[in-house]
């Protein structure tokens, strides 16, 4: 299966990824505060039903529930120490809601580990590169087609995660930063620099994902594209900002619109369009 994802690039056309994952379990009941990892042994049901839901609304590829299934983050969680065997079982129940339509990709969703490496924070590059290893590992032993590098901000991160992945696999690679500053990452990174230290790594596809704005990732999109890159764009922008209803995120933005920035991001190059946070499958 390691070579599907690109066997779709090469074909030509837009491949639709799926939306938000932790806004979906709000919306069937999760409660605040409750990881979205920890659906995948308690609800197991509820996983299959987003996913299949992305499916029916169009989705070519549907990401695992394991963004924060780093075993760094998992210690915070009820299955510290179980992180291998959660992400296996996300990627199974993944490729379960995928196998009544055999063209749907999975793919194995990893976020950054909630930690700043040195000189920052206390995350050695070693330890980085271990925890990314760990949980590429499992997602393909689970089944994944691809691993996506989701919602990354900070460069020196990000490239440990692209070692970890690649000693575990061999699989796909697609790595995405979130621009939440508007062009900018949290940590400062601008998509061109970015582009110009990823590009050069061999990865499959490269972009941006959440962010503060569509326009503002309209602006990102339009920045990576002029680079020229010769690499695959991938575009899973959030439906907007949220406005705090009580203790529940509401996002504004309706799927009409998410899909007028679609266009327009298919129209600057992008070879992957899908949403992040608020995007149902609407």
Not at 256 to 281: D, K, Q, W
Request: net charge negative; glycine share 12%; aromatic share 6%.
């Amino acid at each position: 299966m390691t070579d599907r994802f690109q066997k779709r690039l090469q074909s030509g056309g837009v491949l639709v990824a799926d939306g938000a994952t932790g806004t979906g379990y709000q919306e069937m009941g999760s409660e605040i505060g409750v990881a979205p990892e920890e659906w995948v042994y308690d609800r197991p049901d509820k996983v299959l039903e987003l996913h299949r839901a992305f499916i029916t609304a169009g989705s070519d590829i549907i990401l695992t529930d394991t963004f924060g299934g780093t075993p760094i983050r998992m210690r915070e969680s009820r299955y510290a120490g179980r992180a291998s065997e959660l992400n296996r079982r996300a990627a199974e129940l993944a490729r379960e809601a995928a196998s009544f339509k055999d063209s749907v990709l999975v793919a194995g969703s990893i976020g950054p580990s909630g930690l700043l490496m040195e000189p920052y924070g206390e995350l050695t590059r070693a330890a980085a590169v271990q925890t990314f290893a760990e949980q590429a590992a499992a997602l393909a032993a689970g089944g994944v087609d691809l691993v996506v590098l989701e919602t990354f901000f900070a460069l020196d991160e990000a490239l440990a995660a692209i070692e970890g992945v690649r000693q575990a696999t061999g699989l796909p690679l697609v790595a995405s930063f979130s621009f939440d500053q508007g062009t900018r990452t949290m940590m400062g990174l601008s998509p061109t620099q970015m582009v110009e230290a990823i590009a050069p790594l061999g990865v499959a596809a490269i972009g941006a994902n959440c962010g503060k704005s569509l326009d503002a990732m309209e602006a990102v999109v339009t920045e990576i594209a002029g680079m020229r890159a010769g690499i695959p764009l991938w575009v899973k922008p959030n439906a907007g900002l949220p406005r705090m209803d009580g203790d529940v995120a509401r996002y504004d933005t309706g799927p009409g619109t998410m899909a007028e920035y679609a266009r327009r991001f298919i129209g600057l190059g992008a070879r992957i369009v899908g949403g992040c946070c608020g995007t149902s499958p609407a």
